[in-house]
């Protein structure tokens, strides 16, 4: 059974930090790019970051970028998204997602086959 299960969310106040994690089963880890989303109610879902299936490509959307690391752990099948100097404009239920590296890859949900449940991070001001 495939499997992505993100954690680490939670309430942080402005400026602090968050790492979240995106542990993976049922896949070939390895083959796959993963991408970190984020979504609020009656927005759509945001591409925030993503990394290439061999960890020597990422992607960082234009309100995240100088704040937000992403990496991966092979031996562990995960991949972490550091979130530091946090805003209120970062809330958001934040999803990671898989993708075949043949697929393709970058900020778009529609590349993505495999969705996790989300965790919910909270920034307040």
């Known amino acids: 059974e495939v499997q992505l299960v993100e954690s680490g969310g939670g309430l942080v106040q402005a400026g602090g930090s968050l790492r979240l994690s995106c542990a993976a089963s049922g896949f070939a880890f390895d083959d796959y790019n993963i991408g970190w989303f984020r979504q609020v109610p009656g927005k759509e879902r945001e591409g925030v970051s993503c990394?290439?299936?061999?960890?020597?490509?990422?992607y960082y959307a234009a309100s995240v970028t100088g704040r937000f690391t992403i990496s991966r752990d092979s031996a562990k099948n995960t991949v972490y998204l550091q979130m530091n100097s946090l805003k209120p404009e970062d809330t958001a239920v934040y999803f990671c997602a898989a993708a075949l590296w043949s697929t393709g890859w970058g900020p778009l949900p529609s590349l993505y086959s495999y969705w996790g449940q989300g965790t919910q991070v909270i920034v307040s001001s």
């Open positions: 990394i290439s299936s061999t960890g020597d490509g990422t």
